[in-house]
């Protein structure tokens, strides 16, 4: 059986692709001529998390970091930036295939960090005593 933190870190590093954030934009409020259109809001790290009545919330894969009212002008790595200034993701400010093998390496090792964190978190959270007697075996 997988480990739900197997499916957590699978589950967030999947979109690392450009493709699969892309495809979580079913629908999006701008068209392709605005600068806020969904491959920008793709490149910038966001999927799409909205319904029908938010229809532009969307969050960082990287940072989790949620954002909705959109303006059709907006520049998305901006906007990203300008709320969630300590996303590695954000940073970069430019496509992932314009980044080098090693920061694409570094990014992916602190995703993973943080996916562990989270997860150890509600580890602590969801079982109590019986996550206690596992964190004892190990050094504080
Ligand atoms: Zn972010």
Not at 55 to 64: A, E
Request: glycine share 2%; net charge positive; proline share 4%.
């Amino acid at each position: 059986m997988e480990s739900n933190l197997n499916k957590a870190l699978k589950e967030s590093l999947k979109y690392f692709s450009h493709k699969e954030r892309l495809a979580t934009f079913k629908t999006w409020i701008f068209s392709k001529k605005y600068p806020c259109n969904v491959e920008k809001m793709a490149e910038a790290g966001f999927i799409f998390i909205g319904s029908k009545n938010e229809p532009d919330s969307v969050k960082c894969f990287f940072c989790n970091t949620n954002l909705d009212r959109w303006e059709p002008n907006d520049n998305p790595w901006k906007e990203h930036l300008r709320h969630a200034p300590k996303c590695s993701f954000a940073k970069l400010q430019q496509p992932m295939d314009q980044i080098t093998l090693r920061e694409y390496y570094i990014l992916h090792s602190q995703l993973c960090h943080s996916v562990i964190d989270a997860y150890i978190e509600e580890q602590r959270l969801a079982s109590g005593k019986l996550f206690k007697k596992l964190e004892a075996k190990f050094r504080k």
